[in-house]
Nanobody
Framework: QLQLVESGGGLAQPGGSQRLSCVVSGFTLDDRAIGWFRQAPGKEREAVSCISRGGLINYVNFVKGRFTVTRDGAKNTVYLQMDNLKPEDTAVYYC????????????????????WGQGTQVTVSS
């Protein structure tokens, strides 16, 4: 059974940092691309970043230079390091696994991701 579990959310001050973790089970990070998404209240879920099966990482423009994705295959964990946080980063953050197709590419399309974590709340406020 495929499972993704996010952790690490909470309250952060503007300009601060947080690191989210996504622990996966039932598959390895070589099998599936992992995407990070977020959903703010009243808004649609949107992509933040993704890491392909081969380790290629993409970021959406509004997080480039602030967010960093890494992974630890031995721990089956993908991390989202968020620096210089802004109030508009407040959202529930989700990680998700795609269908396991292309090795060196990953998608920002929500419909390409079949398995989702439960989400973790990140609140950026002074």
């Amino acid at each position: 059974q495929l499972q993704l579990v996010e952790s690490g959310g909470g309250l952060a001050q503007p300009g601060g940092s947080q690191r989210l973790s996504c622990v996966v089970s039932g598959f390895t990070l070589d099998d599936r691309a992992i995407g990070w998404f977020r959903q703010a209240p009243g808004k649609e879920r949107e992509a933040v970043s993704c890491i392909s099966r081969g380790g290629l990482i993409n970021y959406v423009n509004f997080v480039k230079g602030r967010f960093t994705v890494t992974r630890d295959g031995a721990k089956n964990t993908v991390y989202l390091q968020m620096d210089n946080l802004k109030p508009e980063d407040t959202a529930v953050y989700y990680c998700a696994a795609d269908g396991g197709t292309t090795y060196w590419r990953c998608s920002f399309g929500l419909s390409d991701y079949h398995d989702w974590g439960q989400g973790t709340q990140v609140t950026v406020s002074s």
